[in-house]
């Protein structure tokens, strides 16, 4: 289906649109007067104007933002846990007969301690935490030609020592009533949603636009690196499938050295046969001279 909204034609698999915060069902046909050439084929077609009034669901805008600005903050939390872990190099992976001798919770106990730190300044678990604060951080312009940030709508990230620890990388909204940092606090997202709703979502689709392009950008193919990957993980599987041939190599290399110091013990046990055999041989002799 196809609409046209203030001169801007949109265009929908099924008959219902969104945009920017509308939810609008086309139900029919509008009514036309056909155009037509000299020769009466219709050429085109004089739509009547159909006339709608909104009312913004600010709710609705808010709570979208609060969503997003959540599961943001769950995973920059977790990614500052991670990436600020100590490490741990007590613990060594265990062997079967360590595992044998341990109970099931302590073996899970034990690898759970390993894993925490396996991320421990990653370098490119930073580069990943950078790219998603950098993000958070940029001003945008929206189509109206105004610059905003995150905190023009009152949204920003708490002070270093009121945040707690892998939790200064989270934003908090001003005037947010489940928040008990903020919620005395202007309530500047509401307003904005309320006074000027264009340039608010404006604004968030930006700011995820330019997040996801640049996650996109990371996790690009390359020689090194597979389709949404963020790791080197082609280079990686061939420095294994490296070290392993290697491995290969050198137990050969050791088991023809076995081989070959085998074959020479052989051949001196086996002189050594023959030397005793004469000698033996000799004393017999000597014996019987007696």
């Known amino acids: 289906a196809k609409i046209e909204l203030n001169n801007v ?3 929908s698999s099924t008959n219902m649109f969104q945009i920017n915060g509308l939810n609008i069902t086309a139900t029919k046909e509008s009514d036309y007067t056909p155009v037509k050439d000299d020769e009466g084929n219709e050429i085109g077609r004089n739509y009547t104007t159909t006339n709608i009034s909104t009312t913004t669901d600010v709710d609705g805008a808010y709570n979208m933002i609060k969503d997003f600005l959540k599961k943001y903050n769950e995973i920059i939390n977790e990614m500052d846990k991670l990436y600020n ?3 741990n190099k007590t613990y ?3 062997t079967s007969e360590e595992k044998d001798a ?3 919770e302590e073996v899970e106990e034990w690898e759970k301690k ?9 370098d490119n678990l930073r580069t990943l935490i950078n790219t998603f604060k950098e993000g958070m951080a940029a001003a945008y312009k929206t189509s109206s030609g105004k610059t905003y940030s995150l905190a023009s709508f009152g949204i920003n990230t708490l002070s270093y020592f009121e945040a707690a620890d892998n939790e200064k990388g989270a934003y908090h909204i001003d005037g947010d009533s489940d928040d008990e940092k903020t919620k005395g606090n202007d309530d500047k997202l509401r307003a904005m949603l309320t006074n000027n709703l264009d340039d608010t979502m404006d604004f968030f689709n930006n700011l995820a636009k330019n997040i996801y392009g640049k996650l996109g950008d990371m996790m690009a193919r390359s020689d090194y690196r597979s389709f949404k990957s963020l790791y080197d993980d082609k280079a990686l599987k061939k420095e294994y499938e490296d070290l392993e041939k290697d491995l290969k190599d050198e137990e050969q290399y050791l088991s023809d050295y076995e081989d070959k110091w085998y074959d020479k013990f052989a051949a001196m046990e086996k002189a050594m046969e ?3 055999s004469k000698q033996n041989a000799l004393a017999g002799l000597f014996g019987t001279g007696r």
Do not use: A, Q
């Open 102 to 104: 341990m109970s099931d």
């Open 85 to 87: 872990e100590k490490p």
């Open 9 to 11: 034609e949109y265009e």
């Open 114 to 122: 390993i894993k925490d730190s396996l991320l421990s300044r990653d």
């Open 274 to 276: 023959k030397v005793n």
């Open 92 to 94: 060594e992976p265990l």
